[in-house]
């Protein structure tokens, strides 16, 4: 195992923060809360963010902050899936399908919800009086496991499940479908 500098991976990745921040701010809008704030990308920590109101609803605020982790996945998924049937097909690619698949894996290696993703559950949903208790039951599980990506992400965790949903797992659905 190597050490990469966390700069020098996101900058390489950058897609997939851009993704990641327009997914918050998607749920934001969904959900009608209100954005102050949106920086896509920079170079620096963090890499980008978006600042909102502090949602009425806590069940808002878990999927304001979770919301990456879907929109990431399948973003990634459909961007490298064209690259991945002339593989499994052909067992080679041209220049274009190396793009989509670098472009889909950063992407998903994004999904994972930042540890300050978790910060915001916790203090919404977790310590909020009025949240109930079903609520908080669902999100401290997810908060753990927020938690574990962030400590898994130095072991490349992230870059892992970006290869594992957007290459392998259309490789292994392609073998039963062909």
Not at 40 to 49: D, E, K, S, T
Request: charged fraction near 5%; charge should be negative.
């Amino acid at each position: 195992m190597f050490f990469v500098p966390g700069i020098v991976v996101t900058v390489a990745t950058f897609p997939g923060v851009v993704v990641h921040e327009l997914a918050h701010q998607l749920f934001c809008r969904l959900f009608g809360v209100a954005v102050y704030e949106v920086k896509y990308f920079q170079v620096g920590n963090p890499a980008g963010y978006v600042i909102h109101e502090i949602p009425k609803n806590p069940v808002h605020s878990l999927f304001i902050s979770i919301g990456p982790f879907f929109l990431n996945t399948l973003l990634g998924i459909l961007i490298a899936f064209p690259a991945i049937i002339p593989y499994a097909h052909i067992g080679h690619l041209n220049i274009t399908d190396y793009f989509l698949m670098y472009l889909g894996v950063s992407i998903a290696m994004h999904a994972f919800p930042s540890i300050g993703d978790a910060n915001n559950i916790m203090s919404i949903v977790w310590h909020e009086p009025s949240t109930p208790l079903w609520l908080k039951i669902i999100c401290l599980p997810i908060c753990c496991i927020i938690y574990l990506g962030a400590i898994g992400s130095f072991f490349w965790l992230d870059l892992l499940y970006g290869i594992a949903v957007t290459i392998w797992l259309p490789m292994f659905l392609l073998k039963f479908i062909v």
